[in-house]
């Protein structure tokens, strides 16, 4: 066995592909993924931006969707419905085989919904519907805009993976809205047995803009906290998950079958090369998580990283770091500088590429 199945059935979490693109669904790769180790599939506008200019694995059915009459967007949803529902098909066995328990693939809502909950809603309902499939997340950005829309998903029985969270309040609520909403689908009557949600936490990019302030700061005091931000947060957020997931409303929903919300940790790959290449997998390995994971990082760990239990080992550590950098770096504006930064990414990515599309289509006459 290799080191990301280790990761599963030694240490309880979840190794995810954070890349998805046509040719590797027709040439087996990801079902190689799926024997090596992996147990789910993420999925953003900036991966399909990549995946569908990179080559021509799109072209034919773009040009029978734009010459049958459908809009550039409307072709973009229809080749991402149809990647996603392939992915799933692959990963439908490992759902059932796991109880639920993983075999999921995500798909976004469109990022220019990110501050709109009524048509972020409608979305998450359409995509649902229309995908059809019991093994799929729901994408939802966890903007404020975003938590009314993922308590009202969960109440309806759909799963949620909630997106771009950049801080530890925000984290907080996204957790109340989850545990609302299973709240919401007991008194509705529904299986809770059924309704999955992960907290998606984007790690790399923490320690990018907190080690660009600590360095605007320059004391030795401040300089010596780099590259420990993001860590810190990730392991602070899942001693938040453990006390969230207890006590008595959440045992009452257990009991009907509700799952916990498992923490998620997604922009896993370093950015600073200064850094070990598998710093975010092997400091935050923990049981009931989950870390979604670039193909080149997901090989680098499985030729190097390290399989141990790391994201309680040293909780008060983590919360003594995280004080230290606080009394140097906002992290309060950190998140809300992270989070704008996101959602405005996601949208580029996507308008960039309908861009794309809106070009071929006009080569295909």
Known sequence: MGRLQDLYTEQGQSPWLDNLKRGWLADGEIQRWIDRGVRGITSNPSIFQKAIESGDEYTAQLTELVRGGASIEDAYWAMVTDDITAALALFRPLYDSSDAGDGYVSVEVAPSLARDTDATIDMARDLWARIDRPNLFVKIPATVEGLPAIRQMISEGVNVNVTLIFSLDRYAAVMEAYIDGL??????????????????????????????????VGTD????????????????????????FAGPRWEELAHQGARRQRPLWASTSTKNPAYPDTLYIDQLIGPDTVNTIPDSTLEAFEDHGTVARTLDADVEGARATWAEIGAHVDMVDVAKVLEAEGVTAFEKSFDELLGVLETRARELG
Not at 186 to 212: C, H, K, M, P, Q
């Open 221 to 244: 005091q401040a300089l010596a906290l780099r590259g420990q931000a993001a860590v810190a947060q990730g392991q602070l957020a899942g001693q938040m998950a453990k006390e969230a």
């Open 183 to 216: 709240a919401a689908a007991s008194d509705a009557g529904r299986d809770l047995s059924r309704i999955a949600s992960v907290a998606s936490f984007f790690i790399s990019r923490v320690d990018t803009e907190v080690d660009r302030r600590l360095e605007a």
